[in-house]
């Protein structure tokens, strides 16, 4: 792998476009635009105010950027550099901004969620939605098969309703129903091969339900026996579409099935002892001096290592002593200590935060709040199972899959990026000059002829480009 030199970046606001070919960064109230394979700056917008957010549109022609304490948004276009675009919300305040699918289409929402106004930069129209319910991330989503968006609304007696837009057609609603089933709920997810809409309960209460887009209910799963549970805490489709992985605050995940909406097996604990005779890999990160001089234990250890993504940089610490690690299957029983939250604090770090699938599904990373230095990776083939647990010196801060490969990279706020594919895993240090860049936040480039990752950090970012030809 090799690397760029390092950019200054503003409160980690990078991104690749949809399309891969360009790499738009903030430095303060400017944001740049390089080519993501050359990294030469193409344009340049000045924009009012410090950038809070950056977002591009779907098609990859426009880019907008957030300027929350101002509320207003700018719009900038690569194809016209010379036409701008401004939103003002004014009074009513700014706390989000995205893109419609649509590409012409901005939605904005107020402060303490009061609306949602749809600004269209072709009509010059504006339309508005009353009763967005403040939900983590959004309080709606989008279908990838239609013209629809999903919104989950918070009426004036405390109940809850979906509303489905038809934003090809003006923004008309086209359904609405409420889901009684549900009392509080905190999440929604929508099937990518079919009208059906995932939906649960707050966190007190396990309890998740599926409705087609005009109310009927599917499926209602809640914990069996009645017993007292606390709830679900983030759910996500497969990339096919054929199943929905669910996480819980009790520290399990559960696979439903899209043909019955079902439960298909039972719920799986993230172990606490991990043992290497259960059938699942244990990789381990171990540092060492360049000398060869392991900083650890060697016991029950042996090197394990893929030639792929190898790199020959090295950091130095202020010591002058050269550190690298590397991962190293660990045979025999550990037991990992997890971390006890504070349960007097709102929304502690509990449960499973983290579920995400590869490209072609068969891969599945889920992390767990109370063990964050952990990362567990199951394959679904030939049936569903722990594979790998891959354990990190430090917490683990991003982790994202290859849009193309089967492939994950991580980081752990330091100057390492961490590989892991099927056949191998890899700690791979950055060059001497970025020794003290260290890494918050990754974002692979989706669709470039050759795979190339950004490396995030809190000022300063910089690009890795992987050659196919001798990186796997």
């Known amino acids: 792998m090799n690397f760029s030199e390092l950019f200054k970046v503003t409160s980690r606001q990078c991104s690749f476009s949809p399309d891969g070919q360009y790499l738009a960064c903030v430095n303060h109230y400017r944001l740049i635009i390089r080519s993501s394979t ?35 948004v700018q719009i900038f276009s690569l194809d016209n550099p010379e036409w701008k675009c401004k939103i003002d919300e004014g009074s009513a305040g700014l706390c989000q901004v995205h893109w419609a699918p649509d590409s012409r289409n901005i939605l904005t929402t107020a402060q303490f969620h009061l609306r949602i106004t749809v600004w269209s930069l072709a009509s010059k129209n504006v339309s508005y939605i009353k009763y967005p319910k403040k939900l983590s991330p959004n309080s709606y989503v989008f279908s990838l098969l239609k013209p629809y968006m999903a919104l989950v609304e918070r009426r004036n007696d405390s109940t809850d309703h979906i509303s489905i837009f038809d934003y090809s057609s003006n923004w008309s609603m086209i359904a609405h129903f409420q889901p009684n089933d549900l009392e509080d709920l905190q999440g929604i997810e929508w099937s990518p091969i079919a009208d059906v809409l995932c939906l649960w309960e707050n966190s007190y209460e396990y309890k998740i339900v599926f409705y087609t887009l005009d109310g009927q209910l599917l499926n209602i799963y809640k914990r069996e026996n009645d017993r007292l549970s606390l709830g679900i805490r983030c759910a996500r489709w497969s990339p096919t579409g054929q199943v929905i992985v ?13 043909l019955t909406y079902k439960k298909i097996q039972a719920s799986f604990e993230h172990p606490q002892k991990l043992s290497s005779g259960k059938g699942y890999t244990i990789l381990k990160e171990e540092e060492y001096n360049l000398d060869g001089q392991e900083k650890n234990d060697q016991s029950k250890r042996k090197p394990y290592s893929s030639s792929a993504y190898s790199s020959s940089a090295v950091s130095q610490i202020e010591t002058n002593v050269s550190i690298e690690s590397k991962y190293i299957i660990y045979n025999g029983t550990l037991q990992i200590a997890p971390i006890k939250p504070d349960l007097d604090r709102a929304n502690p770090r509990l449960g499973v935060s983290s579920i995400e699938y590869s490209c072609s599904g068969r891969y599945l990373s889920t992390i767990n709040d109370t063990m964050p230095n952990l990362l567990f990776i199951f394959d679904f083939k030939p049936t569903f199972h722990l594979a790998f647990v891959l354990i990190q010196i430090q917490p683990i801060r991003c982790i994202k899959w290859e849009p193309k490969r089967d ?36 974002k692979w480039n989706n669709f470039a002829s050759s795979p190339s990752i950004a490396l995030i950090g809190q000022e300063t970012m910089c690009v890795g480009f992987i050659d196919l030809n001798t990186d796997i």
């Open 246 to 258: 669910v996480g819980d605050y009790e520290e399990r995940i559960t696979v439903f099935s899209y």
């Open 38 to 72: 050359t990294l030469e700056i193409i344009n340049l917008f000045a924009c009012i105010d410090t950038i809070d957010t950056i977002e591009w549109s779907y098609d990859s022609r426009l880019i907008l950027a957030g300027l929350i304490k101002r509320n207003a």
């Open 407 to 442: 492939n994950l990279a991580l980081c752990t706020h330091n100057n390492r990026i961490y590989v892991w594919t099927p056949q191998g895993a890899s700690c791979i240090n950055l060059p001497d000059e970025s020794s003290k860049h260290n890494i918050d936040e990754i």
